[in-house]
């Protein structure tokens, strides 16, 4: 369990920003892979301090649900975006989904503000065999897959399809120069479901031939559905995907 505080706040876009954690704990951290997930802990509205859980295994799951409602914390699963720690520093990017507890921390959040973390590793893993990748994600797998792509090595040949609520959240890629990136955004389309139309990219793109690796996180139905494809329809070994349901549309985090 490592108790930070925020240094800076970015607005990346209309529908992302970035929060800068930092303290002298950071010093030791080891980024084991690009899409490095932590616990984030924060305040939740009305709380004037942070209290953090104290056991560094899955107990504190049952410390935090002891405590009083007045005191005990939000949590939610994230991703470091980029990791200094030379600097005491990690970059965390959120997307921001209305005004949900976590949008509305993140757009309130001011420098000296606490918040906590707990690592929970990595699930992109590719295998040896794999001779290119599949990386599919909407708005809230965005900087996991960045942060992959930032970390990836120069030979990488990689199909890459994202889904964002708006034009206005696509980005310039950095990104090894066999690594292709597709856009879909819901600008403009009331009632899609999040995950709709990156899910019904990739079941009409044409892909390249040869072992592949894919990693699929965002919606539950769409990391699930993805899977689904790729395993019935082209013949992956589920062993070569790697899948996360990160949120469910219309379902809130409990907490």
């Keep these: ?20 954690l930092g303290g002298p704990a950071l010093r030791d951290l080891v980024v084991a892979g690009g899409d490095q997930a932590v616990r984030l802990f924060f305040p939740r509205a009305g709380q004037t301090a942070l209290r953090m859980p104290t056991a560094s295994s899955e107990a504190w ?9 007045s005191v005990r914390p939000l949590v939610r699963n994230l991703t470091i975006r980029r990791a200094r720690p030379a600097d005491d520093e990690i970059d965390i990017e959120f997307a921001l989904h209305g005004d949900s507890p976590l949008s509305s921390w993140v757009r309130q959040a001011r420098p000296g503000d606490a918040a906590g973390v707990f690592d929970m590793g990595t699930t992109y893993r590719p295998p040896a065999h794999a ?15 960045l942060a992959i792509l930032d970390q990836a090595p120069p ?4 199909e890459v399809y994202l889904e964002v609520p708006t034009a206005a959240d ?5 990104a090894p120069p066999g690594v292709r990136v597709r856009w879909s955004n819901r600008d403009g389309r009331r009632g899609v479901r999040p995950g709709s139309l990156v899910l019904e990219a990739v079941r009409r793109a044409v892909l390249p031939p040869g072992p592949v690796y894919a990693w699929v996180a965002g919606e539950s139905r769409l990391a699930t559905s993805v ?11 589920k062993a070569d995907i790697s899948f996360a349901g990160y949120w469910r549309h219309g379902w809130s985090a409990p907490g």
């Design 131 to 145: 001779r290119w990748q599949l990386l599919v994600g909407d708005e809230t797998a965005l900087p996991a897959i």
């Design 170 to 174: 696509v980005r310039d890629v950095a």
């Design 155 to 158: 030979s990488l040949a990689a």
């Design 61 to 69: 799951m049952a410390q935090v649900l002891l405590m009083p409602r």
């Design 1 to 20: 369990m490592t108790t930070l505080e925020v240094r800076r706040r970015e607005a990346l876009s209309p529908g992302f920003a970035s929060l800068t």
């Design 227 to 237: 899977r689904r494809h790729l395993v019935g329809d082209r013949a992956v070994p």
